[in-house]
């Protein structure tokens, strides 16, 4: 139990690291601790000593701030991607002006 709280203060301490530069390089470590923590979980089996549920009870209140740091790291991912993909979008748009415009009845000149 004591390396499964190692490993949620990782996750904590990487989740924290949001800068885009070395993002790439904190997901795989996310996806490598969370790993290691599945191996972990099939580790702990009853019956437990008054210790260990004391330990347990304290997992239980850090796994609550691992998971609410994962889905802000998340959110943040997604906001980024949905920037990134808006600023494309009005790169096109400059880019060709017109493209959107609907062309229903208008009238075209077809004598130039």
Known sequence: MIRWQETAQQL?????RTEE???????DE?????DERD???TEIVAPFTSEEEELGKELVTLEKQVAAALAAYMKLIRSDI???QSKKEHVKSYVNPYGKVARDGTF???KQ
Not at 12 to 16: E, G, Y
Not at 30 to 34: A, H, K, P, Y
């Open 82 to 84: 949905t920037a990134a």
């Open 30 to 34: 996310i996806n490598g601790l969370l």
């Open 12 to 16: 904590l301490s990487a989740t924290s």
């Open 21 to 27: 530069e070395h993002r790439d390089a904190a997901i």
């Open 39 to 41: 191996a972990l979980q």
């Open 108 to 110: 075209y000149d077809t």
